[in-house]
């Protein structure tokens, strides 16, 4: 951020609790008296004083993206290691564990499953625009409290937060430009019978997840990377049920992350694993634009074998 100096500091109460002020200055070198001057400023007619200051820091707004995050085949970079950016937003933590997220149920699939390679790939494919577009909000943010056309710097700030909202809490991120696929699976509400639980508490995020809905009379073979869940979307008294109804009759891939891979009729179940099958090596695509060989030792997909009883 242009002359975007900030100074950061500490304030102990009681020798327990620790708080933590940002103030945005206009110029490179100031002390901590100015600061200080500035927050008085702000937050007229209050007044604030330090007792004991524990520490007092400056530092200036950085932001860019590392050129790769699979380096030479043998590197992966996450976190702060491939993106910097403003802490306004706090995005962050979020995307960070994201990025680890991403990478670590691909090498996953590829160490402990046969997985092509190749689907190590698709974690900078996946992550860098999204580390973009993290760098894109958060600097927004950061530079409203600068500039504002109106002089309306805290509403300015609050309206790029609502508008931004999915971005900032890592929720409306998605790996696609539209539609289910690639969009995060719904943490839906599902009943055991006359319990009540979550949908994300259900999945094994170490593998894939098949979610078949009014599917009771289906069969089908799966290998081990990937686990079965059946819910219906009409009151069960022994199964799972939902009264979410809009993947009625429908099967959802979910990757191991938690987001769509694909989603299909039930009359279609057998696509997802020969619509984009390659028949030679048993590779199969269940994630958004990118194929990797998940067959081992005789394990395929049995999709096709769908029998109804």
């Not at 070198?29 to 604030?48: G, V, Y």
Request: hydrophobic share 40%.
């Amino acid at each position: 951020m242009e002359n975007g100096y900030r100074a950061s500091s500490g304030l102990r109460i009681d020798s327990v609790t620790l708080d933590r002020f940002y103030v945005r200055m206009d110029r490179n070198e100031f002390s901590f008296d100015d600061a200080l001057e500035k927050i008085n400023r702000a937050i007229r007619p209050h007044q604030l004083s330090f007792r004991e200051i524990s520490w007092f820091s400056k530092f200036a707004v950085k932001e860019g993206v590392a050129e790769k995050f699979f380096v030479n085949e043998r590197v992966f970079l996450a976190g702060d290691a491939s993106h910097v950016h403003s802490v306004n937003g706090g995005q962050g933590l979020n995307t960070g564990i994201a990025d680890a997220f991403n990478l670590i149920w691909k090498l996953n699939m590829v160490l402990n499953f046969g997985a092509s390679k190749d689907i190590l790939n698709t974690y900078e494919a996946e992550r860098k625009p999204v580390a973009h577009s993290v760098i894109d909000s958060s600097g927004e943010l950061v530079r409203s409290t600068k500039y504002s056309a109106t002089g309306t710097h805290a509403q300015d700030y609050v309206k790029i937060v609502e508008r931004r909202s999915g971005n900032i809490t890592g929720m409306g991120i998605r790996y696609g430009e539209s539609g289910l696929v690639g969009s995060r699976m719904f943490d839906l509400d599902v009943h055991n019978g006359s319990e009540m639980t979550r949908l994300y508490s259900l999945l094994d995020y170490t593998k894939f997840t098949l979610l078949i809905f009014d599917g009771n009379d289906i069969e089908i073979e799966v290998p081990s990377f990937v686990n079965v869940i059946r819910i219906n979307t009409s009151e069960s008294v022994q199964q799972y049920w939902t009264t979410y109804s809009s993947f009625s009759n429908q099967a959802v891939l979910v990757r191991p992350d938690s987001y769509i891979a694909s989603v299909v009729p039930l009359t279609n179940l057998g696509s997802l694993a020969h619509a984009t099958s390659d028949h030679n090596r048993g590779s199969f695509v269940f994630w958004n634009g990118a194929s990797a060989g998940l067959q081992k030792n005789g394990d395929p997909f049995h999709c096709g074998d769908v029998k109804t009883l």
